[in-house]
């Protein structure tokens, strides 16, 4: 089993940047894929950015050229690096981890971009 939590969301004016932490504990070496998610109120869960082990990473369009998927040199922890911060990226955004096919979440962090 994997657990995850989340950290650095918060308010943030539109422009502005956040970056978005989440510790991996338990078996985190056979994770084989970390990503981000988020959901708006009203709308479903959508994948953000993911990045698997020795792999590229992903981004939604609405994302690509604002937001950076990293992973930490002892692959227990994943970053989201978000930019230029639009209102509609106002979510909470969760962490999943994937680990023989099983999907964890975290609990979620809420990020609101407005001013």
């Known amino acids: 089993q994997v657990q995850l939590v989340e950290s650095g969301g918060g308010l943030v004016q539109p422009g502005g940047s956040l970056r978005l932490s989440c510790a991996a504990s338990g078996n985190i070496f056979s994770i084989s894929m970390m990503g981000w998610y988020r959901q708006a109120p009203g709308k479903q869960r959508e994948l953000v950015a993911g990045?698997?082990?020795?792999?590229?990473?992903n981004y939604a369009d609405s994302v690509k050229g604002r937001f950076t998927i990293s992973r930490g040199n002892a692959k227990d922890t994943v970053y989201l690096q978000m930019n230029s911060l639009k209102p509609e990226d106002t979510a909470v955004y969760y962490c999943?981890?994937?680990?023989?096919?099983?999907?964890?979440w975290g609990q979620g962090t809420q990020v609101t971009v407005s001013s």
């Open positions: 990045i698997t082990s020795g792999g590229p990473a």
């Open positions: 999943k981890a994937i680990v023989y096919y099983v999907n964890y």
